[in-house]
């Protein structure tokens, strides 16, 4: 396969968007979102980390040869940091309210989440069905630079055991 720099993407900018369960999905990178699907707005330049998280368990043959390597565990989780102050990014991270007054205390929502990045006209779409927030970071109040709302996102596996969904135009 011949390399070729037209295939290197970048994610320019991007959406994070989440809704309750249940909310019918996008099946690729283009249809429009349904309507309970609320975008949290800017997030901070460092933009979108995906981390997918496995352990495993080694099978070895008498004599010591790996013979197979089992997944015993699997994981996804996403990281971003909000930084606009609107009622859709404090739901996301304290899990309830609005964004004039919220509970902070210890509360688990999951929800879908979407997350939809662009390199002009290229896009990229990440589906979750299934995830919840589970690490929420400090947050700082300071006169240099934006609050800033840090979350981790981690995933479920669907019944079919499908933890993301990812596509590409």
Known sequence: MAVSAANVRVAMTGVVSHAPLATTLPTDSTTALNVAFLDV??????????????????????GGDLVRRIITEYGETYSFTMIEHNVNAVTAYFGNGTAAAWEGKQIEIRKSWVFHMTDGAKIRRIVLPDASVTD?????YATTDAIRYPLTISTYPN??????FHYTS
């Not at 929420?136 to 700082?140: Q, Y």
């Open 41 to 62: 707005g800017y997030l901070a330049d460092d933009g979108l980390t995906a981390d997918p998280e496995e352990s495993t368990s080694d099978v070895r043959a008498w």
């Open 159 to 164: 019944a079919a055991g499908v933890h993301s």
């Open 136 to 140: 929420r970071g400090a947050i700082t």
